[in-house]
């Protein structure tokens, strides 16, 4: 749910791309990339800054490193920030890393849809993707959290998405089964007890300070020596204090490894 400000750029986008390895997994999963984000269709988008939300024509690079707001992809995240979890999930199945998938603000559910391809490509029947969202939007800032204050994400509507809307998106791609899990509601409400015992990937999409700081409290403990933390909105001042007071305040120091212009991950050291 970004908005494109600094960073690295990410890659731009070849619609002739042909992947080296035409095997059945690779194949399948450039398929699930570019269908959920649109890219091989003319897929419009909605500007946020504008009042009237009016589409605008389709962009290919904006759509390729995800700056732009779709009007029907069901994940606004882009090409390198999906090879990037694409990568975690197969390092995590590679190392035999224990625990589950989650995403903290799922939108329309692209990304989780993505990690349940994934899971599904690799033949893994034992890990859950957990989506964990309000399927209302992002909450009113929260005197609590300084760094919120002011934001307006609240008020757009195009962000409240349902959770039979984010169901009904799986089963259009046949990935909505006994695998798939939803925690409806604020983050500081379900996310402390959430029924969770082991994580090896948590991403995190949640833009605000308190959206990132209460993810990572509750559930950094449950992520597994080499299980990946990922931050979709890095760029976004509140999200990224919020990453920074946390691995400051845990003395986190791994590096932070810069995805694109926005993405980032770390990976949980081994001791």
């Not at 600094?6 to 080296?20: L, W």
């Not at 732009?68 to 920030?81: F, I, K, Q, S, Y």
């Not at 089964?177 to 090896?200: C, H, M, N, S, Y």
Request: some cysteine; charged content about 25%.
């Amino acid at each position: 749910m970004s908005q494109r400000r600094s960073g690295v750029d990410a890659p731009s986008y070849d619609p002739a791309f042909v992947p080296d390895e035409r095997t059945p997994t690779v194949l399948y999963l450039e398929l699930l990339k570019r269908t959920l984000t649109r890219l091989s269709f003319e897929d419009e988008s909605v500007p946020p800054e504008d009042p009237e939300r009016r589409p605008v024509a389709f962009d290919r690079e904006r759509r390729a490193e995800g700056s732009d707001w779709p009007v029907h992809a069901e994940t606004m995240v882009g090409l390198a920030r999906l090879e990037q979890l694409q990568q975690a999930i197969e390092t995590v199945l590679a190392e035999n890393v224990p625990g589950d998938l989650i995403e903290t603000g799922v939108w329309r559910g692209g990304a989780s849809i993505f990690a349940r391809g994934v899971l599904a490509a690799h033949n893994d029947t034992e890990r859950t993707v957990w989506l964990a969202d309000s399927f209302q939007g992002l909450p009113p800032p929260d005197p609590a959290y300084p760094a919120d204050e002011g934001n307006t994400l609240h008020a757009v509507s195009e962000l409240a998405v349902s959770l039979d809307e984010v169901q009904a998106n799986f089963a259009r791609y046949g990935l909505l089964d006994e695998q798939v899990r939803f925690l409806e509601g604020w983050f500081r409400d379900t996310l402390p007890t959430a029924p969770i015992k082991t994580l090896a990937v948590l991403r995190l999409d949640g833009d605000l300070y308190e959206s990132t700081i209460v993810a990572l409290d509750a559930l950094y403990p449950k992520l597994s020596p080499g299980g990946y933390v990922i931050v979709d909105d890095y760029a976004l001042p509140m999200c990224r204090q919020a990453v920074d007071d946390f691995r400051a305040r845990h003395r986190i120091e791994v590096p932070l490894e810069q995805v694109d212009w926005t993405g980032a991950h770390w990976r949980r050291p081994y001791a």
